[in-house]
């Protein structure tokens, strides 16, 4: 089993005002990241995560205003240069970073990851992602959110020329030859004269093969088309986790996805995202969840909830059905997927109020139902039974920790002794590199 831990939420949507989160430090100082990378690899942790998000929500009623005053999706820094400050403190601990394929340009991004996994020794991850986030759109010049497949028809296209930029100079082409002054073997430097339909780079990537030759690939890709992308482009998958039945779906579909392309689906992992609490006991655990219901103020529910999805809760009728909803974000090319899954709990069928819909989604917004809290042994029964269902590949990323670092340091205290005890959790790394590490 592997375990990430996903650091994208610690410092948002309330979680910082809990007792004993950001304690004597406030976002974004490096010290607690650092602090937290140590604890990773004290827990033998495959890997630190940080997603991203790059304009200020202003999804609900077309302003950034109520994001800026409760905190919703922002602030959020480039972390880049974090992870090289932690890669200097461990010494295995991989780390994964996100860059927007919709927006970015696959040069800068994988000339930068090349760099990151130098620092690192080898131990980088790039989660790519399509988006879906207007606030993040608009800092990249578009006005309209680009057509749903077409976001994915240009990722694919992004990882192409990322791949051909990271094989564009052959690991042994560097010399530095003292005696003859000979830099680099010219026959081992090759342009990739890209010419597609979104990008055109004529390469080669100008830099130093890294380590692992290129990045671990993540991709979190959960409509058909996001999967069929998944197959293509993926080492590993992260997923929600919407419950056992949709997620050994979600595993059969990958698989099929898989061998059509021709790769062993035995080699991809899913990691999928789980927020937990673990406490010594079921009882302490439980009375921490209740402190989630007491973090969002009301009044940021529905911008926090307008960004996720890419469509302004605030138009919502006072009367209506997930059902019909639904259709209109399938319409404005926003992540129908993503609505689907905050409202899984309700009848699509159901009419509902605005009211009643807000009363229910502060409970999502909070992460309240999906957050598991209990012993070790409830979570790792817990662990156990997803990782049984989903075919033994993959593992967890441990998201949105109620309170940082003290539910990070419970994971590896509590439940990283428990998973050893029953064989589902390494004892020690066993490589440098992050690729070995997922890979065994
Ligand atoms: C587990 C998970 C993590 C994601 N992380 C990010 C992220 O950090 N930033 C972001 O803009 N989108 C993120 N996304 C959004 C996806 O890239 C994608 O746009 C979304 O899941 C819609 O998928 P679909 O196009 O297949 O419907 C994430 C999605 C999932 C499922």
Redesign the pocket.
């Known amino acids: 089993m592997h375990l990430g831990f996903d650091l994208?939420w610690t410092h948002l949507e309330g979680r910082w005002r809990l007792p004993g989160s950001w304690s004597g430090v406030t976002f974004p100082d490096v010290r607690l990241y650092e602090e937290i990378a140590l604890l990773a690899e004290r827990g033998l942790i495959d890997f630190i995560f940080f997603?991203?998000?790059t304009g200020i929500p202003s999804t609900w009623q077309g302003s950034p205003d109520a994001a800026v005053k409760w905190g919703i999706g922002w602030p959020r820094q480039d972390m880049s240069p974090y992870i090289a400050l932690m890669s200097r403190l461990t010494r295995h601990v991989g780390f994964g970073l996100?860059y927007?394929s919709t927006f970015m340009h696959p040069f800068y991004v994988a000339r930068l990851l090349n760099s990151l996994d130098h620092v690192t020794g080898g131990r980088m991850a790039f989660?790519v992602?399509?988006?879906?986030?207007r606030a993040?759109a608009a800092n990249y010049g578009f006005d309209e959110l680009m057509d749903?497949d077409l976001?994915y028809e240009r990722m694919e296209e992004f990882i192409a020329v990322c791949k051909a930029l990271w094989d564009s100079v052959a690991p042994d082409a560097f010399v530095w030859d003292r005696e003859t002054g000979i830099v680099a073997d010219t026959a081992k430097v090759r342009p990739i004269d890209h010419v597609g339909r979104f990008f055109k780079v004529k390469g080669p990537l100008a830099s130093v093969p890294s380590p692992q030759g290129r990045p671990v690939l993540i991709q979190?890709?959960?409509?058909p088309?996001?999967i069929r992308a998944s197959a293509q482009i993926a080492d590993h998958v992260?997923?929600?986790s919407p419950g056992l039945e949709r997620q050994t779906r979600h595993r059969a579909v990958l698989d099929q996805a898989l061998a059509d392309q021709g790769r062993n689906p035995q080699g991809v992992g899913i990691l999928w995202?789980v927020v937990l609490i673990v406490a010594e006991t079921e009882a302490e655990a439980k009375r921490r969840r209740e402190q989630l219901l007491t973090v969002v103020p009301p009044e940021a529910v529905g911008a926090f909830l307008s960004h996720q999805i890419g469509y302004d809760l605030s138009k919502l009728p006072a009367q209506f059905t997930i059902l019909g909803i639904n259709e209109e974000i399938t319409a404005g090319q926003a992540?129908?997927?993503?609505f689907l899954n905050m409202t899984r709990h309700l009848d699509p069928q159901a009419t509902m109020s605005r009211e009643e819909f807000y009363d229910v989604l502060l409970r999502r917004t909070a992460s309240y139902e999906e957050t598991l809290a209990g012993s070790p042994a409830q979570i790792a029964d817990y662990l156990e039974e997803v990782f049984e269902a989903t075919g033994e590949r993959g593992g967890f990323m441990i998201a949105h920790p109620p309170v940082t670092p003290r539910d990070l340091a419970s994971v590896v205290d509590y439940l990283v002794p428990e998973l050893q005890r029953r064989g589902r959790f390494r004892t020690a790394y066993g490589s440098r590199l992050l690729k070995d590490n997922l890979a065994d």
């Open positions: 994208s997603g991203d998000g996100t927007s989660n992602i399509t988006s879906t986030r993040d749903h976001r979190a890709g959960a409509s088309r996001g992260f997923a929600m995202d992540s129908p997927v993503a």
